[in-house]
């Protein structure tokens, strides 16, 4: 079983779309993250969400809308997509208690052209 | 404000050589540090991880000490394999839901 899942793997798609991208967890933990990861392997944080409450927005634009419709799940949408948002991107989740491992997806490729 | 600072890559080593990776981190408060592994087209793994002060974490022959006083967690490895090809990354967490990662360190082992 695939603990930390997102879809699709890889997204090609044209400047000025909108595309989501879903995550799903099936380890029961409360808490869910998105990192986009660049070209240089930089990995940034964009969104927490702790039980479907956002707890942390990075200063992302507002064309990114997470969305968590319960916590197991938390997709990301895209609006008016743009040639700089070409990354990979990671979806995590960790456990309700105390600090401990974050366990990721397999990450989705995202392609602007 | 916090922070995780590894060293530039790529590191390029023949098989059997030893590993260090530097990693060194600001935090306010006591953080605890991880090492995680990124294989190809894959997502990150966690390799090791050490919660206090002079907590040495281990696995599969890596080792990395948690040095308060020099505000330190590097990565080690006494005889590499070219499967342990990868990028590692040294992240912090003060228990606030984020993760601090360092910028990633690859490393080529040649056989």
């Known amino acids: 079983d695939t603990a930390v899942s997102q879809t699709p793997k890889y997204l090609v798609t044209q400047m000025g779309n909108d595309k989501s991208i879903k995550c799903e967890q099936n380890l029961g933990h409360d808490t869910m993250y998105w990192y986009k990861q660049d070209s240089k392997k930089f990995l940034k944080i964009m969104f927490s969400?702790?039980?479907?409450?956002?707890?942390i927005n990075e200063t992302v634009p507002n064309r990114f809308s997470p969305k968590s419709p319960d916590k197991a799940h938390l997709n990301l949408h895209i609006n008016s997509l743009e040639l700089g948002d070409s990354a990979v991107y990671f979806c995590?989740?960790?456990?309700?208690?105390?600090?401990?491992?974050?366990?990721f997806g397999q990450g989705t490729r995202l392609t602007v052209v | 404000g916090n922070s995780v600072t590894q060293m530039e890559g790529p590191v390029t080593l023949s098989e059997e050589a030893f590993l260090t990776i530097n990693c060194t981190y600001t935090a306010t408060g006591y953080p605890s540090l991880f090492w995680y592994v990124q294989y190809p087209g894959e997502g990150l793994q966690l390799l090791l991880k050490?919660?206090?002060?002079?907590d040495k974490g281990s696995n599969k022959g890596f080792e990395a000490t948690y040095r308060k006083e020099t505000t330190s967690f590097h990565l080690e490895k006494g005889s590499v394999q070219v499967s342990d090809s990868a990028v590692y990354f040294c992240?912090?967490?003060?228990?606030?839901?984020?993760?601090?990662f360092g910028t990633g360190t690859r490393l080529k082992v040649l056989a």
């Open positions: 992240a912090l967490s003060l228990g606030t839901y984020k993760y601090i």
């Open positions: 969400y702790n039980n479907k409450e956002l707890i």
């Open positions: 050490a919660t206090k002060a002079d």
């Open positions: 995590a989740s960790t456990p309700p208690a105390g600090v401990t491992e974050a366990f």
